[in-house]
Nanobody, 124 residues
Framework: QSQLVESGGGLVQPGGSLRLSCAISEAIPSHHAIIWFRQAPGKEREEVSCVSGSGTMWLYADSVKDRFTISRDNVKKMVYLQLNNLKPEDTGIYYC?????????????????WGQGTQVTVSS
């Protein structure tokens, strides 16, 4: 059974929005930091955003700042990534990952557990 399950991907036109969800398994604690990565075809994996275990701190890649918003609901054991004003270069597989720590530093912590990913395609 997957410990992290992403959903919410799809095909959207440029300028559109999507909300990605990451469901955290009941089998693992929900208070660790969560990091979203993405990988576009032929490109290296890119760190997109992360949120602390408490949900009170977050970081964004410059490429998505002011367009994406990360949030979490620890009661529901869910983490969300709201994608607004999408661009073709946002296309890729988006992965939810979990760190072994709750806090963020000046950068996102190293991911320890990976979900299977959800495809986001931005195209007209």
């Amino acid at each position: 059974q997957s410990q992290l399950v992403e959903s919410g991907g799809g095909l959207v036109q440029p300028g559109g929005s999507l909300r990605l969800s990451c469901a955290i398994s009941e089998a693992i604690p929900s208070h660790h930091a969560i990091i979203w990565f993405r990988q576009a075809p032929g490109k290296e994996r890119e760190e997109v955003s992360c949120v602390s275990g408490s949900g009170t701190m977050w970081l964004y890649a410059d490429s998505v700042k002011d367009r994406f918003t990360i949030s979490r609901d620890n009661v529901k054991k869910m983490v969300y990534l709201q994608l607004n004003n999408l661009k073709p270069e946002d296309t890729g597989i988006y992965y939810c990952t979990r760190a072994s720590q709750a806090r963020l530093g000046s950068t996102c912590p190293r991911p320890m557990i990976w979900g299977q990913g959800t495809q986001v395609t931005v195209s007209s």
